[in-house]
């Protein structure tokens, strides 16, 4: 008797399960919803086919360093799918932003000290512009304001002679 009962709950368990996949058409409940993406990496930017090109750099005033390993690409927009961030939707010329600046890695600081990417020129563009100006801002006490302390201008990295 036991055991009738115990597959019977599974089986009720199972036909759940089940019918669950089938109403979600097997995605879930999760959805993201076809967000606006951006790439960690210029490798992955690379495999979802968005990188246009690496970009170059400089700081005024050069005692503002860069973050070891920070590097600027410049990446087609994208939209992630409906139910997965590894599908790939590129954006329509007519959507908002056909372009933007990613960093890689996309995490960590981003100059050594105390200093943050004020909010200059925005990093989503339609057209691709020569240079890109951003204020470099100071993230030290104390909080109430925040001080320019310098800019970045991100330009198309020129080849090397070597290549």
Known sequence: ????IFLLIIGVCVLLIVGFYIITGGKGTYKLSEGIGY??????????????????????PDSIQLA????????KGFRYGKYSAK?????????????RIGMSPASG????????????????FH????????????????YDSIYKVGELFLFEKKPSKGN
């Open 68 to 75: 070891k390993d920070k590097v600027f690409f410049v990446e």
């Open 109 to 124: 600081e981003i100059f050594s000290g105390s200093f943050l990417l004020g909010y200059g020129d925005s990093f989503h």
């Open 127 to 142: 057209k691709i512009k020569d240079t890109i100006r951003r204020e470099i801002v100071t993230k030290k006490p104390p």
């Open 39 to 60: 790439s960690r990496t210029i490798e992955a930017s690379k495999k979802r086919g968005v990188f246009v090109k690496e970009l170059d750099y400089k700081i005024i």
């Open 87 to 99: 599908k790939t939707l590129p954006l329509r010329e007519t959507d908002d932003y056909t372009y």
């Open 1 to 4: 008797m036991i055991k009738k």
